[in-house]
């Protein structure tokens, strides 16, 4: 069965912050590290053929460190991906397995460089496969599925003991690998025709609940306009940090099927050509 991949994305710093620490990377395209944003809801298409890789970047960290490890990990999923994203199709978990632990060391490594204490990213991504869409998360980003009713496919990795009121993150881009094991949450489905898929940031999931986001995907039948509402609800609702997501939809690809004579005269068609020639 053929299917293809709509979807739609945006970034913004939101009503409250002064900065932008979210970031994507959505079939190549992504933010510079210093950004204030998207300028607008883009939107395009992908055949499953063309190896389609979406993902979102939270930035954490003071002092701009929280922009560098999202726009780190973004460049590095780039750079993964064209080392090695011809696998991502046959394997797709293999594939985000591999860029999360390369985004992780470069984050890390990033961090060494500028003797930063204290920086990560979450991340949330999706590889479409040939046969199954393959979801990856790291922190509190996170990824949903709306088929017919909506469920959380991804895992918030937070800590059970708050701190300052917030429970702090035990999985993230950014966690040194000699200190505590990285390890990304994966879940594969497979496909199925209308099935729409949201990546997002805590700024779009700390606004609004599961229910309103739910509703938004199940009413707007393009990925833009689900998008638009998205980001118009999270505003509204007070847009107190930066929101990002992608809005994605599943359409399978109707196949082309011609009556009987016409198949009849193509093919006496062809052997008239084989005959000339």
């Known amino acids: ?3 293809e991949i709509h979807y739609a994305y945006f970034c913004h710093k939101g009503k409250s912050r002064y900065n932008n620490e979210d970031n994507y990377w959505c079939c190549g395209d992504s933010l510079p590290v210093i950004h204030e944003g998207s300028e607008e809801i883009y939107s395009a298409s992908r055949s499953l053929p063309d190896r389609p890789v979406l993902a979102v970047f939270d930035g954490m960290g003071g002092e701009s460190c929280g922009e560098a490890a999202a726009g780190t990990g973004a460049g590095e ?3 993964v991906y064209e080392e090695i994203g011809k696998t991502m199709p046959d394997d797709p978990k293999g594939f985000l397995d591999e860029a999360s632990r ?20 979450t991340m949330v991504a999706a ?10 998360n790291l922190g ?15 895992v918030d990795h937070v800590s059970s003991l708050p701190y300052w009121g917030k429970a702090p993150l035990i999985q993230y881009l950014g966690l040194a690998e ?6 990304p949450y994966f879940r594969e489905v497979p496909y199925t025709n209308g099935m729409k898929i949201l990546l997002c940031t805590d700024g779009l999931t700390d606004m609004l609940t599961t229910g309103e986001i739910g509703r938004i995907l199940m009413e707007e039948g393009d990925p833009a ?13 007070g847009g107190r940090d930066n929101v990002t997501a992608v809005v994605c939809e599943v359409r399978r690809l109707q196949s082309v099927r011609f009556p009987k004579r016409i198949w009849a005269w193509l093919k006496g068609k062809e052997i008239d050509e084989k005959q000339d020639g």
């Open 1 to 3: 069965m053929a299917y």
């Open 127 to 136: 590889a479409f496969g040939r046969r199954t869409l393959c979801l990856c």
């Open 102 to 121: 390369r985004m992780n060391r470069a984050v890390c490594a990033y961090a060494r460089e500028h003797k930063i204490s204290s920086m990560g990213s």
């Open 140 to 154: 509190d980003s996170r990824a949903y599925l709306a088929d017919g009713s909506l469920t959380q496919a991804s």
């Open 178 to 183: 000699e200190e505590s094991e990285l390890t």
């Open 225 to 237: 306009a689900a998008a638009k509402k998205l980001l118009e609800k999270a505003l509204v609702a």
């Open 77 to 79: 999923l780039g750079k």
